[in-house]
């Protein structure tokens, strides 16, 4: 247990439906990010949030809409995905922006787009 | 060019024997790299993490070693066991930018 819990832990979904990935850390930090991971890829960045207000986004698709209502809780909005997004999301935790922080892990959403 | 880069892609040892992971990178300056282990299916997590002044660091069985001048990182796993079965990813923080670079990550198999 991280200490970073995703839900769903699997979803399938069709092109045309929308959905939501959600992640609660409970490790009182105050930087929360959302990843991508392909089969034999590097984790890619998406999104960035430091006390709530957003800091990266890596050019990722307007399909993907993050929020951050609160330091604790962060969510991936999902529409209109491509067979091509399906990968493990992964959210993370840390302490401040800083890159010294260790990354605290949820154990991922896996998302499959038909 | 900021990059890691892991060797191998994937190892298969038995049981009980030693291996070790290499990871090089081009991230520059640099700040500190860790070494993540993650379980298929699992998030990834902390095995280790060094700075600049560190060249060794060790977590029951697996030591980590840094040098910082060619740029290179090992993880050496002593008297493997099943439960080292996973993807173990090399990731390095750059000092400037605050940016976070991953490696592939290398896919170790124990077998019985």
């Known amino acids: 247990e991280t200490g970073v819990t995703q839900t769903p832990r699997h979803l399938v979904m069709g092109m045309t439906n929308k959905k939501s990935l959600k992640c609660e850390q409970h490790l009182g930090h105050n930087a929360m990010y959302w990843y991508k991971q392909s089969a034999k890829k590097p984790l890619e960045l998406m999104f960035v949030y430091n006390f709530k207000e957003q800091t990266e986004n890596n050019s990722v698709p307007s399909r993907f809409s993050p929020e951050c209502p609160n330091s604790s809780h962060l969510f991936l909005h999902l529409h209109t995905l491509q067979p091509e997004d399906s990968a493990l999301y992964l959210c993370?935790?840390?302490?401040?922006?800083?890159?010294?922080?260790?990354?605290?892990f949820g154990e991922g959403s896996r998302l499959t787009v038909l | 060019k900021n990059q890691v880069e892991q060797s191998p892609q994937s190892l298969i040892i038995l049981e009980g024997k030693n291996c070790t992971l290499q990871c090089n990178y081009t991230v520059s300056p640099f700040s500190n790299l860790r070494w993540y282990k993650q379980d298929t299916g699992r998030g990834p997590v902390s095995l280790t993490i060094?700075?600049?002044?560190?060249n060794t660091k060790s977590n029951g069985r697996y030591t980590a070693t840094l040098d910082a001048d060619t740029k290179q990182s090992s993880l050496h796993i002593t008297a493997s066991q099943l439960s080292d079965s996973a993807s173990y990813i090399c990731v390095v923080s750059a000092r400037r930018d605050d940016k976070i670079i991953f490696g592939k990550g290398t896919r170790l198999h124990i077998l019985p």
């Open positions: 993370a935790s840390s302490q401040a922006n800083s890159n010294t922080g260790e990354l605290f």
């Open positions: 060094m700075t600049f002044s560190e």
